[in-house]
């Protein structure tokens, strides 16, 4: 479906689309390298 | 042989297809400028990061531990998926409407216990009721469906009448009901303990053999699980009410102002979620073999990160059954896969947290392009 939710959570936010990339590449950069190091804790 | 060759020449046809759309695709990424062609693999590798280190994860998963690709292990990703679908299902239209709902998994735990204290072994010497012979399942099934739909319609109308965020109505109701919960399994004989002795009858009807497949059974519940998604699919996509969620998760406004009753439509959300909870309580009797005051704890946790996952958004207004199904699908390999190699429980409630927010901030970062 599509959207056209002019009031939704992320309505407010002022952001660059270059920090968005940055943020996300870091969280995702954060959850691989901890499901890497849990995985070779575990062995 | 005619229709063999029918078939034949449509997957070929197929094929074509496929190989000429990526042909063009690729095409049309050649004639684009440096900059767009950078900003093209980037979109494409963070739109699709949850699922590029899912897929990593489960490579190195299987290259240190080849049996997390066996039957076995794969029919047990199959049924907790199976078990933890219709949850997600009834959070997810909470989420449609730009809310949450965090009473879902002491929900469950409410609607298990009850289950599981309406269906012991009459001959079980610490039943809560001693001497009483199991009710029949279907209807304790109402019993359940009922309270689940009473907490549903206690979140719904908190939520649709006084204009009050889902998160602090659930908030409180999950403490109700938690209190219910812990009151509840004071009655009777059972003294706070463990649910157990569950009746024969109601296991072979949840967790019994529904088909083999290479030797490992495949339990009834996973055709529950498909049954209740087809009829969520209709519910979101063929039904007046279905369209009216979406509505009102866009903008509730403008829905109220078409002619959308907002309050039937939120109270109905929370009420067919309510529903969802506790048949996936009765489902969770029976998987685990006993009920507890602890069952269902956290679950709303992985429904909300398979939600998310499965492109439901916290926008509002977005979401697709089929994505849900994925979500689910999607949590349970990663945790099945890290199980199996006994990675410490307490690193998964972090990565389990992680999941989350990184499913949130690539949500964030689709609406913030479109601004």
Redesign the interface.
């Known amino acids: 479906?599509?959207?056209?939710?002019?009031?939704?959570?992320?309505?407010n936010?002022k952001?660059s689309?270059r920090a968005?990339?940055i943020?996300?590449?870091s969280?995702?950069l954060?959850?691989?390298s901890?499901?890497?190091v849990?995985?070779f804790?575990?062995? | 042989m005619d229709k063999k060759n029918g078939i034949k020449d449509k997957i070929s046809g197929a094929f074509h297809g496929m190989g000429n759309n990526i042909k063009a695709r690729a095409d049309k990424f050649r004639g684009l400028s440096r900059d767009e062609k950078r900003r093209t693999v980037t979109d494409l590798l963070l739109n699709n990061a949850m699922f590029i280190i899912i897929f990593l994860s489960v490579v190195v998963i299987t290259i240190l531990q080849p049996r997390f690709l066996s039957v076995a292990s794969i029919v047990n990703i199959i049924s907790l998926t199976a078990s933890r679908l219709p949850i997600a299902l009834g959070i997810a239209g909470a989420i449609v409407l730009t809310g949450t709902d965090i009473s879902a998994g002491r929900a469950v735990g409410l609607t298990a216990c009850i289950t599981a204290s309406l269906l012991q072994s009459a001959g079980y010497a610490n039943a809560m009721f001693p001497g009483v012979s199991p009710l029949p399942i279907i209807l304790v099934v109402l019993i359940v469906c009922i309270v689940g739909a009473v907490i549903g319609l206690v979140n719904g109308f908190f939520v649709a009448k006084f204009k009050l965020h889902p998160f602090i109505v659930t908030l409180s109701t999950q403490l109700i009901i938690y209190g219910i919960v812990l009151l509840y399994l004071q009655i009777g004989g059972n003294g706070g303990q463990t649910l157990s002795g569950l009746s024969p009858k109601y296991l072979e009807f949840v967790a019994g053999k529904l088909f083999t497949v290479g030797g490992i059974a495949v339990p009834k519940y996973v055709l529950y699980a498909i049954i209740l998604t087809v009829i969520m699919w209709i519910i979101w996509n063929k039904t007046a009410f279905g369209k009216n969620m979406f509505a009102v998760g866009a903008n509730e406004e403008a829905a109220a102002v078409s002619g959308v009753n907002v309050f039937k439509t939120v109270v109905g959300v929370f009420i067919l979620a309510g529903i969802m909870y506790a048949l996936t309580g009765f489902i969770e009797g029976a998987r685990i073999g006993s009920s507890a005051s602890y069952t269902g704890l956290n679950y709303e946790s992985d429904a909300i990160a398979s939600c998310v996952i499965g492109g439901v958004s916290f926008v509002g207004g977005t979401g697709k059954i089929g994505g849900i199904v994925v979500g689910v699908l999607l949590l349970q390999i990663i945790f099945v896969g890290l199980n199996f190699l006994s990675v410490d429980q307490n690193l998964l409630y972090i990565i389990k947290g992680l999941i989350i927010l990184l499913a949130c901030a690539i949500d964030m970062r689709k609406y913030l392009k479109r601004r």
């Open positions: 479906m599509d959207n056209n939710n002019k009031n939704g959570i992320y309505s936010i952001m689309k968005a990339d943020i996300v590449a969280i995702a954060i959850l691989l901890f499901i890497m849990a995985i804790i575990s062995l």
